[in-house]
C-alpha cells in the first residue's frame, strides 16, 4: 500500500536528485509546448522529443501524460499510451492509492494482480488532492505535460481549481482529457460510472445472455475497455490536432456513450427498422450458422458468413444435402429456418471430439475455433507465436514473476513500472526533480513503503 506518513526526506531528495546532490540550483522546468505553427513543428517540446537518429525510438517518445484516472476505463488508456512511449506519471491518493490496488485476491506478492494488469508503464506519485498544496503540485506538474487525463465527476475538479479552463491559462498547449460515466450535460451526470451500471443503461446487457435467460454481464467489463480505447484513439487524435494547430483542446469520454456506440448493427435495427434487441447466446442475430456447437468434449464456434462457406461447412460435416436444401440456400433463408437448421447441425457437431473437428476444418477457409479456457489461451500456438505476453521478474523479495499482455506487439516488449518501495520513491522525486522551487510541497506527498 501507499505510505502510511508524511516524510521531507532532505537527505533522500538530495541522494536522488542529481541537481540538488550537487549543491546547484533547481534545474529549469522544460518548457511547456508552446503555440506553434504547423510548419514550425506545432508542438515539438523543447528536450522532449528523442534525439535525431535515435533507435529504437516510438511514436510517443517525449510526451507526459498526467494521468488522475483510476480503476479501469482510464488506467487502460494510458497504459496503452505508455505502450507507445509516452511516460505516464499516474496520480495516487495518499495512504491507499488506486482503490484497484486492493482489489483481491488474486494478490502477486502484496500486490493485486487486477492493478498490475493495467497500470504498466507508470511512475506512480501519491498527492493529497485535499490540501492546496498538492493541488498546487498537479498544477505544476501539468505545466510541463503533454497530456492530462482524469476521470472525476464533472465539475469536482473544477471546484479544485483543476477544471480544463483552470489547466488551459497555465498551459495552453494542454490536451486534457475527461472520462466519466455519463458526459458533461444531461440528467445523469453528477452519477458515479462503473462499467456494469452503464453496460446495463447502454442495452449491452440486455443483448447479452441466453436466448431465454436472464441478462449477463460479459466476463470482461467491455464497457470500461471499450471507453479506454476510445479514450486512446481521441487523446492520439488530440495530440495529432495540437500538432496542427498548436493549441490544446479538451476532450469528453464516456461509457455511456462508448458503449452505445458499440451497439453498431443493433442499434441500427432498432433505429432504422425498429426491432427490438435481443439476447442470442452465442448466435448471431443476422447471420446461420455462426455460433458455439457442442462437441463431444468441449465447444467448437463455426461461422459461415457467405453461402459458399455455408456449403463447404456441410460438406465438412457429411451433410451436403442440406446444403442442397431450399429451405437453406441463402443466409436469410437459414435465418429464417434458423431452428431447424441449428438442430442438424447439432446433432452432427455432437459425434466428434473438439479436436477432431479443428482438423477436419483447417484449411477450409471457414472460420472457425475452440471455446478455450484460461490455460488454453496461455499455451494456444497462436497466442505464443503473437508474443501476446512477457514475463518478467519483480525487484523485492521473496522473488516472483508476473506475465503482463502485450497490446502493442509490433513495438517493443513492454515494460512495468516496479511498484517497489524504492522505485515509489524514486519515481515521485524524479518528477518532482523536474518543478523548481517545489521542496516545501513535500508535505503534500506520501511516499510508498
Known amino acids: 500500500m501507499l505510505g502510511g506518513r508524511n516524510r521531507r526526506c532532505g537527505g533522500l531528495w538530495r541522494s536522488l536528485c542529481p541537481a540538488a546532490a550537487g549543491g546547484s540550483a533547481w534545474p529549469r522546468c522544460p518548457r511547456a509546448l508552446s503555440a506553434a505553427s504547423p510548419s514550425s513543428g506545432g508542438g515539438a517540446r523543447s528536450g522532449g522529443a528523442p534525439p535525431a537518429g535515435a533507435s529504437n525510438v516510438k511514436p510517443l517518445d517525449g510526451v507526459k501524460i498526467l494521468d488522475l484516472t483510476r480503476v479501469l476505463a ?112 444531461g440528467p445523469m451526470v453528477q452519477r458515479g460510472g462503473y462499467d456494469s451500471i452503464a453496460a446495463a443503461v447502454s442495452g449491452l446487457m440486455h443483448i447479452t445472455g441466453h436466448e431465454d435467460g436472464e441478462p449477463v454481464r460479459p466476463g470482461v467489463a467491455m464497457t470500461d475497455l471499450a471507453t479506454g480505447l476510445y479514450t486512446y484513439g481521441a487523446i492520439m487524435a488530440g495530440l495529432l490536432q495540437r500538432y496542427k494547430t498548436g493549441k490544446g483542446l479538451h476532450i469528453d469520454c464516456n461509457l455511456l456513450s462508448s458503449q452505445v456506440a458499440c451497439l453498431t448493427h443493433v442499434a441500427a435495427n432498432y433505429l432504422n427498422c425498429k426491432i427490438e434487441g435481443k439476447r442470442w447466446g452465442t448466435a448471431h442475430g443476422s447471420i446461420v450458422p455462426y455460433q458455439a456447437f457442442k462437441t463431444k468434449d468441449g465447444y467448437l464456434v463455426v461461422g459461415a458468413g457467405n453461402d459458399q462457406q455455408f456449403v463447404t461447412v456441410c460438406k465438412i460435416l457429411n451433410l451436403t444435402e442440406v446444403s442442397k436444401d431450399s429451405r437453406y440456400k441463402t443466409n436469410t433463408l437459414r435465418v429464417q429456418n434458423r431452428k431447424e437448421l441449428i438442430d442438424i447441425l447439432s446433432a452432427r457437431f455432437s459425434e466428434k471430439a473438439t479436436m477432431e473437428w479443428l482438423q477436419l476444418f483447417e484449411g477450409s477457409g471457414v472460420p472457425y475455433g475452440p471455446i478455450n479456457n484460461m490455460q488454453q489461451v496461455f499455451s494456444d500456438p497462436q497466442v505464443l507465436a503473437a508474443a501476446a505476453t512477457y514475463v518478467f521478474d519483480r525487484k523485492f523479495k521473496p522473488s516472483w514473476g508476473i506475465s503482463l499482455l502485450c497490446t502493442v506487439s509490433v513495438l517493443h516488449r513492454c515494460r512495468i513500472t516496479e511498484h517497489t518501495a524504492e522505485d515509489q520513491v524514486s519515481d515521485t522525486v524524479n518528477l518532482l526533480c523536474h518543478i523548481r522551487n517545489h521542496l516545501r510541497l513535500l508535505d503534500s506527498i506520501q511516499w510508498r513503503y
Not at 485476491?105 to 487486477?114: D, K, L, N, R, W
Open 74 to 185: 482510464g488506467p487502460f488508456a494510458t497504459m496503452n499510451l505508455g505502450d507507445l512511449g509516452a511516460e505516464v506519471i499516474k496520480v495516487e491518493r495518499p495512504g491507499a492509492g488506486d482503490d484497484t490496488r486492493a482489489w483481491g485476491p488474486p494478490f502477486a506478492g502484496t500486490e493485486s494482480v487486477y492493478f498490475l494488469s493495467v497500470n504498466r508503464n507508470k511512475k506512480s506519485i501519491a498527492i493529497n488532492m485535499k490540501d492546496s498544496k498538492g493541488v498546487k503540485l498537479i498544477r505544476e506538474l501539468a505545466a510541463v505535460s503533454d497530456v492530462f487525463v482524469e476521470n472525476y465527476i464533472p465539475g469536482k475538479l473544477a471546484e479544485m481549481g483543476l477544471g480544463y479552463e483552470d489547466i488551459k491559462k497555465i498551459a495552453p498547449h494542454i490536451v486534457y482529457c475527461s472520462i466519466t460515466g455519463y458526459g458533461q450535460t
